[in-house]
């Protein structure tokens, strides 16, 4: 592949702790399974993937042994908060790259205020130096909808900050949203492009969840004045493992690939 395209996915894994082939519960694990670290690892590597934006993630020590396994090195943005029992370690994220990673930032510690209902999962960025190119690259986790309340006006007030942020060339998120809902629109109205829909994926682009999948909300956004341009758009299969004989699947999302190529103006 040409120095100047990369091939780039978003995924949200889940914290490594699986995810049941049939309906009883939300994780296999109440902590998170080195095996499926280690499955993880394998898939990035089978994928032949040269950046990776991951949302709930697991823990640093862990987010470290992933990219140790895999090749590639690390950029981890913690949680602003947990969510309890359940999940006690948040949703943090991170940025994997097969190439340098510099002007590293944890952009939500840095804006977060105490109780601001934005960020609580986490928003980060990072510069991937490609060659003689830079992709900068934003990871976040829009807010989700949560005891039965809608949280639409937080989600658009994350995306307020975010366009108001210094500038990236594609954002990789769980945006909890679809397309055609006001976050999405948001983004579109100021020109940003949906890169499922510039690489031209084929078919609907629903990424959860992975055993049925029914909706898209797992995204990857190129800024309106980027040079890089997705060539191709994918959803990433291959996420069954047995782990001490029971099957299970590496998350409840799907990953989502574009081909990105560096056009010059």
Known sequence: MASDRIRLVTFNILGCRGFPLITGGPVVFPEVSPTLVTALAQRLTAWQADVVILQEAPPEAWVRSLAQQAGLT???????????????????????S??????????????????DERFQRHWGSAEVGIGKQVLRVTGMHLCADWGGVNREATRMAELAALLEAPATDVIGADCNTRPGEAP?????????????????GAGNGWSSDARQPMQRIDYLWLSPTSPWQARSAHLLGDLEVTVDDQRMLLSDH????????????
Do not use: K
């Not at 097969?98 to 109780?115: F, G, M, N, W, Y």
């Not at 999405?184 to 690489?199: K, M, P, S, T, Y």
């Not at 799907?254 to 103006?265: G, I, K, M, N, Y």
């Open 98 to 115: 097969r190439h340098p990673l510099s002007a590293i930032e944890d952009r939500a510690t840095v804006l977060r205020a105490p109780h």
């Open 74 to 96: 690390a950029a981890y943005f913690p949680a602003q908060a947990a969510s309890g029992r359940e999940w006690p370690f948040g949703f943090p994220g991170a940025v994997l």
């Open 184 to 200: 999405w629109l948001r983004l579109r109205e100021a020109g940003w492009r949906d890169g499922w829909i510039e690489g031209g």
């Open 254 to 265: 799907l990953p989502v690939l574009l081909e990105l190529e560096h056009v010059a103006h």
